[in-house]
């Protein structure tokens, strides 16, 4: 074990920590009576928060990735069979795990070895805090509803996503080492640009724009 690299380490404690927090929301289910929502979004933002140590633990790009792309497979099964209560809808045209997945494989793809490699993890930020926040405000205190191609938002979803997104994605860069001023106004484009992404998602696909997209921007904001 100890002659283990540390990409495999970083590996173990990925699994290990996504284990405790899929576990985590099942006895939250179970144990309480938390709704699928409710649980669906604390996997959502606890899975999201590790874009962070992964840019920080993993050493290559193709050990990081791993996760997310087991993830993929993990959710796709989970969504066909019902496996795991806790991050379903129960709607069988919703992919939104899988593709929520699938934007962290890509971000990771893409922008782990490039020159700003925390490009990945503000975009992430903005999908796991910002849309979170939209769907817990606008479900509780959404009065003012309106629809963009099909999709039914409320305008106080989309506030609170603003908000959460430029706060979540300047901390983000700030932790990173980016300048106050350069993060404030990377934090405003990318707030909203997801938050006009999220306003516009149907079946869950806004789970791969939103943060794909969202570290595009922060990547040529960047630069």
């Not at 606008?138 to 706060?167: I, N, T």
């Not at 350069?182 to 791969?208: I, R």
Request: charged share 15%.
């Amino acid at each position: 074990m100890d002659g283990l690299p540390p990409d495999a380490w970083a590996l173990m404690l990925s699994a290990v920590y996504v284990g405790a927090v899929i576990g985590t929301s099942e006895l939250l289910r179970r144990l309480t009576g938390a709704s699928a929502e409710f649980t669906r979004k604390f996997v959502h933002v606890g899975i999201g928060l590790w874009i962070i140590p992964t840019l920080m633990l993993f050493e290559t790009w193709y050990w990081a990735a791993l996760p997310p792309a087991a993830a993929v497979l993990m959710n796709l099964v989970s969504l066909r069979l019902s496996l795991i209560k806790s991050i379903e809808r129960g709607e069988p045209t919703d992919y939104g795990t899988v593709l929520f997945a699938l934007g962290f494989l890509v971000c990771i793809v893409v922008f782990f070895e490039s020159a700003h490699p925390e490009a990945a993890a503000a975009g992430i930020m903005v999908m796991a805090l910002g849309d979170a926040a939209a769907a817990i405000v606008g479900r509780r205190l959404g009065r003012h509803r309106y629809r963009l191609f099909g999709a039914d938002k409320s305008l106080e979803g989309s506030a609170a996503m603003l908000a959460v997104s430029w706060l979540a994605v300047l901390a983000t860069l700030v932790i990173f080492g980016a300048s106050l001023t350069q993060a404030a106004w990377t934090a405003a484009l990318l707030a909203v640009v997801g938050t006009g992404l999220e306003a516009t998602g149907k079946h869950g696909l806004d789970n791969l724009t939103v943060p794909v997209v969202s570290s595009v921007l922060a990547y040529l904001a960047l630069g």
